[in-house]
């Protein structure tokens, strides 16, 4: 377990911290659903991801809530007040394996 204020641990693959990451996750999503891949992430498979890359997190509850990661992501809090040119969405894929793209709600609608 992590108490605030200790160094957190970067990841194993790149020398990235979580935050960097999580974004480094959202960015890749998004080009790849723009280029039509069908290897875009669903959310349980961006968790599988961070724990695999952060194993010793595995304790860490904010892994296990990509959603609402992706929601401070969205309005720039994993990157110092810049908010991102392209939305993070949350994706699910359907029977064929092709990813269809959930849009957040926004407060209001």
């Known amino acids: 377990m992590h108490k605030k ?10 020398g990235l911290g979580v935050c960097e990451t999580w974004v480094a996750l ?3 999503n ?3 659903f723009r ?3 069908e290897r ?3 959310d349980e498979q961006i968790t599988k991801a961070m724990l ?3 194993p010793e997190r595995r304790d860490s509850k904010i892994l296990y809530l990509p959603n609402k990661v992706r929601g401070r992501y969205n309005r720039g809090i994993l990157t110092q ?3 991102p040119k392209i939305q993070s969405c949350k994706y699910i894929k359907n029977g064929t394996g092709k990813p269809i793209q959930i849009k957040s709600r926004k407060k209001g609608d």
């Open 5 to 14: 204020g200790q160094v957190i641990n970067k990841s194993k693959s790149k």
């Open 26 to 28: 959202f960015e890749m």
């Open 40 to 42: 875009v992430l669903t």
């Open 52 to 54: 695999k890359v952060f």
């Open 30 to 32: 998004e080009i790849r």
């Open 35 to 37: 280029k039509g891949s």
């Open 81 to 83: 007040g810049k908010k």
